[in-house]
């Protein structure tokens, strides 16, 4: 930009807002000469016609008031105006004519010198303002440091382009940190074969996405550690951005003291990781309905429901008591207690997620929320925390049902469900009840979320020590968790999307491990199975384009 | 020295124990949008400046709502250029026709804008998030466009003028009155480059929709920000819809203040703003008389539940002027799902009222609603400058939702307790 400059005054009065420099009526364009034509239309019919290139806009104060629109200080600029010297000007006007390249001054001793016709000079380096016509100097105030660096820089656009040159010369790409934790049994296979899926991702999207650590898990680690969850275990899970689980357990250890055992240290896991809802999604896709216990005439439709348990709460962790009450009699009791806070957040990640399964699936969202509040004054208060977030959430459809008749309906009827949301204890009957639809728990994958998108991602299947080290566990479970970690945590819903119609296209293709043989076209190995999926991830891969220019 | 919430605020995104104004920070942005008019703008530079990749698709929100369902081709194309890059980018909050509302009522529903966030938009009422207790901004598109390349953006830390109100308003009294009021006591550029902390037993008082109207129209004073502290009210809200952790913060009681104005509302009538500056501020009585053409109830300032509820309560049973329009159009497909279950939507039709679906439209004289050459509107939106909402002769007055129903009902402007 010129540092001098001259030109003609045109000279306006105090709050000249942006709907008086271009009206709305023309910012569905932002081309320059379609702006320039109608610059001031509102305010002065004549000026857009007459103006001449370089001539001075001087207005009163709090110039440029009202809106946003870049489009009013591109319109000036368009218009041919050289500078425009104000009493003072609106914030984002002020901003975005520094950002586009239009030079302003706030100079209230020069609006009130200068009429209309006058022969201004300006200085922009010094911001002295020298009127011709009438003889007469004026000093703007200077701009301060900031601004000048951006003006100095050339502009803030060639500002943010050093720095990303600066940011793509000195960082590479900041990869999703994954602790991998592939415990006992069968898990080291299945986590594998996610892991190859994963990999496949990072192939087709042409760079490394992924940071992946392992770490002992289980009896593993008692194994190898003493303790079925070692410190730099736990510590890398905490500094992770997600965390990708096999399965821990196995008669070895079924021996040990409680502290030693496997589960001890995958319960543990979970509660340092605050995780307090337990996804469990359950899809029976019609063509592999004839695994499902159900008869055809129910399940042949398939069904996809997903299950949402509260995992913090409730008769698992209440006071759990046993007393002798006289003599040979003793009592037992489970405390089950919930505060509205627990029910709110779990209710509302169930909200969200009904919301979202929506929008995918393009139909109307349903919740159905599971509870006994015809008994328990625990259901009453989840019932009232579900009606008060439902009204955050009118686009949902919210059912409340008795845990009884949930059970019934899930059995009668799955495909009246979508979203099911309820309890600990419910959680954990109605998600195997739900999961046993599916024919076969190597298919089902899960996922354990707490605040702040960190998740402990694992097949709901066990570590089936039986057929570990065969090649023969069913890796569906593990690679639809991997499918669900980049849903839930790393942002990647296109991906993981991709990843389960893979492993549908590689399902209803016949090929399948050897619990489901009695479908299968081919009868398949966990890795073999692993790279089938791998092979039909790029069909179904998002491609993403950026254009150089929009 | 204590710092004030937006001090604090802004401290904290600056990775710095405490800022003071007048200094330069950098701050992190959780949340950075834009619609149909500033998008297409800001997508260019984006580009232009060389910049791929959007700092992080969750928080790159993106609302097509001004001329949204598209009015004309050129509006069509600008739509078109935002859905591009939205489906580009893997933008996860972009808002289609049918989900989509006006940006200012949209993101707070969907728990996307949250207390402590810092939240800037290319539209200058981004400061309606204030009313949840963020610090919000509206920026230019250039502005805008570096903060997606970066995920950061420069401010100069504001000096902060607090506003208390006590008494007890009159009944038909509400945010919006208690804007006007203060705009109409300070000047369009009042605050200009400061921001405005409301407080005050009647800011307690309001609901999460009042709060929101109140800071929408912070930058008719010329502020950078308006800004309410979280408290129950605030929490009851956002606890049901949060999509992330978020921190709440309080100005501390020796914060320093540029100034503080203390109002006593009690008895403060409703309120109406005279063409064509928002600070041209009127009681509705003196305006009594005043033929109205068209009448709006709507914007990202008045098309809330609660506005709608005030309007249907005065319009129920009643029909509009023969000798006047009366346009209302819900702010979000929420409010208006719920305002049809709750029977607003019926009560309106009823009364001869046109119901649109959620825009922008008419606030900026873009279209469903665009006035002919002297014609007068009243308006619960937040700009009446000349040729706002249409012809440049045309005038445009701003009400709460009580007046403006009252006023359908009259054809004139009128007390709600009058009609």
Known sequence: MADKLSGRVWKYGDDIDTDRIIPARYLNTFQKEELARHCLEDLDPAFAGRVQPGDILVAGKNFGCGSSREHAPLAIKAAGVGAVIAASFARIFFRNAINIGLPILACPEAVAGCETGDELEVDLSTGTIYNKTRNQTYQAAPFPGYVQDIFNAGGLAAYVRRRLFESQKSEAPRLARIAVLKGDGVGPEVVDAALLVLRQAEALAGRALFSFTEYPIGGAAVDREGTPLPPATLEGALSSDAVLLGAVGGPRWDNEPPERRPETGLLELRQAMGVFANLRPVRVAPHLSGHSPLKPEVIAKGADILFVRELTGGAYFGAHERVEVRPGEEQASDAMVY??????????????????????????????????ANVLATSRLWREVVEEVAAAFPEVEVQHLYVDACAMRLVAAPQEFDVIVTENL??????????????????????????????????????????????????????????????????????????????????????????????????????AFAWAVAERLEQFWPRVRYAAQA | MGLTITEKILAAHAGREAVRPGEIVNVKIDLALANDITGPVAIKE????????????????????????????????????????????????????????????????????????VIIGADSHTCTYGGLGAFATGVGSTDLAAAWALGEIWFKVPETIRFIY??????????????????????????????????????????????????????????????????????????????????????????SYAAVYEFDVTGLEPQVAVPHLPSNVRNVRELKGVKIDQVVIGSCTNGRLEDLRVAAQILKGRRVHPETRLIVIPATQAVYITALREGLIEIFLSAGAAVSTPTCGPCLGGYMGILAAGEKCLATTNRNFVGRMGHPTSEVYLAGPAVAAATAVCGHIAHPEDV
């Not at chain 2, 289609?96 to 949209?106: R, S, T, Y």
């Open chain 1, 339 to 372: 505060t509205t806070s627990e029910i709110r957040r779990v209710v509302r990640l169930a909200f969200q997620l009904a919301r979202s399964r929506g929008r995918a699936a393009g139909r109307r969202p349903r919740l159905t929320s599971v509870d006994k």
């Open chain 2, 46 to 117: 984006f580009y232009g400046m060389g910049a791929e990749k959007v700092f992080d698709r969750e928080r790159v929100v993106l609302v097509p709502d001004h001329f949204v369902p598209n009015k004309d081709i050129k509006s069509a194309e600008q739509a078109k250029i935002l859905r591009t890059f939205a489906r580009e980018q893997h933008l996860t909050h972009y808002y289609e026709v049918g989900e989509m509302g006006i940006e200012h009522a949209l993101l707070p529903e969907e728990g996307l804008a949250l207390p402590g966030q």
């Open chain 2, 166 to 255: 006590r008494g007890r308003p009159s009944p038909y009294v509400g945010a919006k009155d208690l804007i006007l009021y203060t705009i109409g006591q300070i000047g369009v550029d009042g605050a200009l480059y400061k921001a405005m902390e409301f407080s005050g037993e009647v800011i307690e008082k309001l609901s999460v929709d009042g709060r929101l109207t109140l800071c929408n129209m912070a930058v008719e004073a010329g502020a950078k920000n308006g800004i309410i502290a979280p408290d129950e009210t605030t929490l009851a809200y956002v606890n049901a819809r949060a999509k992330w952790p978020f921190k709440v913060y309080q100005s501390d009681p020796d914060a």
């Open chain 1, 426 to 527: 419910f959680g954990d009957i109605l998600s195997d009840l739900g999961g046993a639809l599916a024919g076969s728990l190597g298919l089902l994958p899960s996922a354990s979320l707490g605040d702040g998108g960190a998740g402990l991602y694992e097949p709901v299947h066990g570590s089936a020590p039986n057929l570990a080290g065969q090649n023969k566990a069913n890796p569906v479970g593990a690679i639809l968790a991997a499918a669900l970690m980049l849903r839930h945590s790393l942002n990647m819903p296109d991906e993981a999307t991709a990843i389960e119609a893979a492993v549908a296209a590689t399902l209803s293709e016949g090929i399948h491990t050897p619990d489901l043989a009695s479908a299968a076209r081919q009868i398949v190995g966990t890795q």
